[in-house]
């Protein structure tokens, strides 16, 4: 008598993104890196976009071997360098989804830029600045994958947004009312999106342990490490938890979660 193990007649289960294409904003570093790293991990192809021409080394970094081969198949990852806030890198992005890919199932709206100024000595300069990359760019990244995702038959849009869209802090006038503006955009994509098959969610993060905020001040290092007793959890962030968090809201098994502002923020809202 012949006798077939189990293991033996069980398929191979596919990965999560398999045959999924993705485009993530903000790529090269951080939080954009890992969750570049994670989707093409569990199978998607990925166009990276970054205004640092490091993300062009990301192909290198997360090579992709096709399984029981040991061999490396074609680049699952399309690095492409390009400023967010114009509109027409949206669109070029996209397209080259659509092109070289095949379409866009997935829009992880990542890039975001940091301000920290009294309300006074903020400038129109600093205000359009930063709403430029967090709400301008991310309107321009989300309308064009809604029209890719809308001939795909549906999709799913994630974006890093953040706590101060719900709590207030000081020194945070700009940042706050771009996040808040990105929170927004989210629902109505969502309420758009819904007959179209399409979803949209927003990640609310916590303080997340990254070289983010060196650009914008001095004392970054201390002034991350201030935020962690103000935790339940009593630690800030690390940029691969904010990543699974992202991957969760674009994955099947957030198929009924869309218009949603989720927390990542440690418990601080919970406060």
Avoid: H
Avoid at 52 to 78: K, M, N
Avoid at 87 to 99: F, L
Avoid at 118 to 124: D, H, I, N, S, W
Avoid at 145 to 168: D, L, P, Q
Wanted: negative net charge; proline residues 5%.
């Amino acid at each position: 008598m012949n006798v077939t193990s189990a293991s033996a007649s069980t398929p191979t289960e596919a990965p999560e993104f398999a045959g999924k294409v993705a485009l993530v904003t903000g790529a090269a570093r951080g939080v954009g890196k890992e969750t570049v790293g994670l989707l093409v991990a569990r199978g998607a192809r990925v166009v990276a976009v970054d205004v640092r021409p490091e993300v062009r080394t990301l192909p290198d970094e997360f090579p992709v071997a096709e399984s029981g081969t040991g061999t490396v198949p074609e680049p699952r990852i399309l690095p492409l360098t390009g400023d967010i806030t114009q509109e027409e890198t949206a669109v070029q992005a996209v397209r080259a989804a659509v092109d070289t890919f095949g379409g866009l199932d997935i829009l992880v709206n990542n890039a975001g830029r940091m301000l920290s100024k009294p309300v006074t000595e903020t400038t129109a300069e600093d205000w359009d600045t930063v709403m430029a990359v967090n709400a301008r760019g991310s309107f321009f990244f989300a309308r064009e994958a809604f029209r890719a995702m809308r001939e795909r038959g549906g999709g799913a849009i994630v974006s890093t947004g953040s706590y101060t869209c719900t709590v207030a802090l000081p020194e945070g006038a700009a940042y706050s009312a771009s996040k808040g503006a990105l929170a927004q955009l989210t629902k109505v994509l969502a309420v758009e999106g819904g007959p179209l098959g399409i979803r949209a969610n927003v990640v609310a993060a916590g303080v997340i342990e990254t070289d983010f905020l060196d650009t914008f001040r001095s004392d970054s290092r201390a002034y991350l490490a201030s935020f962690a007793g103000a935790q339940p959890l009593g630690r800030v962030a690390q940029p691969a938890e904010i990543a699974e968090v992202l991957c969760f809201l674009v994955s099947p098994r957030s198929g009924y979660v869309t218009g949603s502002v989720v927390a990542a923020d440690g418990g601080f809202t919970a406060i």
